[in-house]
């Protein structure tokens, strides 16, 4: 068999920080050690706290970590690149821009000519479902309207890698099972790799192709599981629920 290649390789990451007015340094990440391969959507599940967001932010290159590295297709990172795109909790989208212009923004930046980038934004805006919706602003979308927004922004930018922190966490139970269908239908039709993050064991096993299962204070990882559920998938298939039980059962998580 073809050995996959290696896309993001964190090796013994960890992260501390100083809390104003304590003497003693914060140890959010103790060495985290993980491989994601290319095109693999790899989900990091763990409780709140457990560095999930500052561990995507060092794969990002936003933050340095305090000790290890990060290698992005082998080279050592040293900041953000477009090679990574990002996807938040928070919708961060600008209120005053319209949806196309939001996809377009990043295209933008890089001096993109206008036509150009409305039509990659438009490329895209039809693959997260939102044609029609190209000249509303983000006051009059639903959230997860807005967050199919901020999918088809990080996909805009044509990154190798997507990095997805906790995108649905703010979203209603049902808007939630139907924006993990979506997401996983996108990533079908155009696989990027992926690395997302959840503190949610169903959506973990509804999306990742491996989960990674971290445990907190510090944040290190503590399991790892292989998902060979067929898409599309159901909750209720037998192997989902075998895995949910098992998942919870190793986990510190709160359900
Ligand atoms: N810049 C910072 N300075 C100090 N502490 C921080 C900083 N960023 C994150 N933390 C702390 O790191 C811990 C883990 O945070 P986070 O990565 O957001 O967890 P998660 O995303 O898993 O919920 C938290 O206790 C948080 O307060
Ligand atoms: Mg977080």
């Given at each position: 068999?073809?050995?996959?290649?290696?896309?993001i390789?964190?090796?013994?990451?960890?992260k501390?920080?100083?809390?104003p007015?304590?003497?003693q340094?914060?140890?959010?990440?103790?060495?985290?050690?993980?491989?994601?391969?290319?095109?693999?959507?790899l989900?990091i599940?763990?409780?709140?706290?457990?560095?999930?967001t500052v561990?995507?932010?060092?794969?990002d290159?936003?933050?340095?970590?305090?000790?290890?590295?990060?290698?992005i297709?082998?080279?050592?990172?040293?900041?953000p690149?477009?090679d990574?795109?990002?996807?938040f909790?928070?919708?961060?989208?600008?209120?005053?821009?319209?949806?196309?212009?939001?996809?377009?923004?990043?295209?933008a930046?890089?001096?993109?000519?206008?036509k150009?980038?409305l039509?990659?934004?438009?490329?895209?805006?039809?693959?997260?479902?939102?044609?029609?919706?190209e000249?509303?602003?983000?006051?009059?979308?639903?959230?997860?309207?807005?967050?199919?927004?901020?999918?088809?922004?990080a996909?805009?930018?044509?990154?190798?890698?997507l990095?997805?922190?906790?995108p649905?966490?703010?979203?209603?139970?049902?808007?939630?099972?139907?924006m993990?269908?979506?997401?996983?239908?996108?990533?079908?039709?155009?696989?990027?790799?992926?690395?997302?993050?959840?503190?949610?064991?169903?959506?973990?096993?509804?999306?990742?192709?491996?989960?990674?299962?971290m445990?907190a204070?510090?944040?290190?990882?503590?399991?790892e599981?292989?998902?060979?559920?067929?898409s599309?998938r159901?909750?209720?298939?037998?192997?989902?629920?075998?895995?949910?039980?098992?998942?919870?059962?190793?986990?510190?998580?709160?359900?």
């Amino acid at each position: 068999m073809k050995e996959r290649s290696v896309k993001i390789e964190c090796v013994n990451v960890s992260k501390t920080f100083h809390v104003p007015g304590q003497k003693q340094l914060l140890h959010v990440l103790n060495k985290v050690s993980l491989k994601v391969y290319e095109n693999e959507f790899l989900v990091i599940l763990g409780p709140g706290q457990s560095g999930k967001t500052v561990l995507l932010n060092c794969m990002d290159g936003l933050i340095e970590p305090t000790a290890g590295e990060i290698r992005i297709s082998g080279k050592i990172i040293n900041g953000p690149g477009p090679d990574r795109g990002m996807v938040f909790q928070r919708y961060a989208l600008f209120p005053w821009k319209t949806v196309e212009h939001n996809v377009a923004f990043g295209l933008a930046v890089r001096g993109v000519p206008v036509k150009e980038r409305l039509a990659v934004a438009r490329r895209y805006i039809e693959l997260v479902g939102l044609t029609g919706f190209e000249k509303a602003y983000p006051a009059q979308l639903s959230g997860g309207m807005k967050q199919r927004v901020g999918i088809a922004r990080a996909y805009a930018n044509d990154p190798d890698i997507l990095l997805m922190d906790e995108p649905f966490g703010a979203l209603d139970a049902q808007t939630r099972y139907a924006m993990e269908q979506e997401l996983r239908t996108i990533w079908e039709k155009e696989k990027r790799t992926v690395c997302f993050v959840t503190n949610n064991i169903e959506e973990a096993i509804y999306l990742g192709d491996r989960v990674v299962v971290m445990s907190a204070l510090p944040g290190r990882v503590k399991t790892e599981y292989s998902i060979d559920i067929p898409s599309p998938r159901a909750y209720t298939h037998p192997d989902f629920l075998t895995l949910r039980k098992q998942i919870s059962e190793d986990t510190d998580l709160v359900l």
